[in-house]
């Protein structure tokens, strides 16, 4: 009886776990170009944790350094334009802002709720990191956004240039 028992009492906390894992969302990241999505260069897996959204990268043939990282409003890596130019991922629109804020701080700011924390990438063009947007509180609303790598760097301002200065998208991927 107690092997029973304990036969059960596995199976239902295996059940429970690969309930959590099934929670998890995930991006395949793709080089972001003028004419739509490039190549694969890795995935992103977003997992809910006591303190908040821990999105946890696998990610290759990325330029070496920081890197502005932001899920965007809308679900599309798809070109747009400006100013009658093609911008890379543009479909993806802004930065994602449910309260409508209009700033940029960061993501321990009370701005932009998609504003996450600046992504590293070694020299040899791989981020592999495990980085915490304490202000996402609910992984679920982040289902069929798209997830963006900038070109340059973040300072969590709109100042001296709007959304911390990151430039560029280079990198873009649909949460699902």
């Known amino acids: 009886m107690k092997h029973l028992l304990a036969a059960a009492a596995l199976a239902g906390g295996l059940a429970v776990a690969a309930n959590a894992r099934a929670a998890d969302l995930h991006a395949t990241m793709h080089l972001a170009t003028?004419?739509?999505?490039?190549?694969?260069?890795?995935?992103?897996?977003?997992?809910?944790?006591?303190?908040?959204a821990m999105f946890v990268t696998d990610l290759k043939g990325l330029p070496p350094g920081p890197h502005g990282f932001h899920v965007h409003e809308n679900g599309s890596c798809a070109p747009g334009a400006?100013?009658?130019?093609?911008?890379?991922?543009?479909a993806a629109g802004g930065h994602l802002d449910p309260a409508k804020t209009g700033h940029h701080e960061g993501p321990r700011g009370h701005g932009h709720l998609g504003d996450l924390p600046v992504l590293q990438v070694a020299q040899n063009g791989t981020a592999k990191e495990h980085v915490i947007a304490p202000a996402i509180k609910d992984i679920t609303?982040?289902?069929?956004?798209?997830?963006?790598?900038?070109?340059?760097?973040?300072?969590?301002?709109?100042?001296?240039?709007?959304?911390?200065?990151?430039?560029?998208?280079?990198?873009?991927?649909v949460i699902e």
Request: net charge positive; charged share 10%.
């Open 34 to 52: 003028p004419t739509g999505p490039g190549a694969e260069i890795g995935t992103i897996t977003i997992s809910q944790v006591p303190s908040g």
């Open 141 to 173: 609303q982040l289902r069929g956004r798209a997830l963006m790598i900038h070109a340059g760097g973040d300072n969590y301002s709109d100042k001296p240039a709007p959304l911390g200065g990151g430039g560029g998208r280079i990198a873009c991927g």
């Open 82 to 90: 400006a100013n009658g130019q093609p911008v890379p991922a543009g």
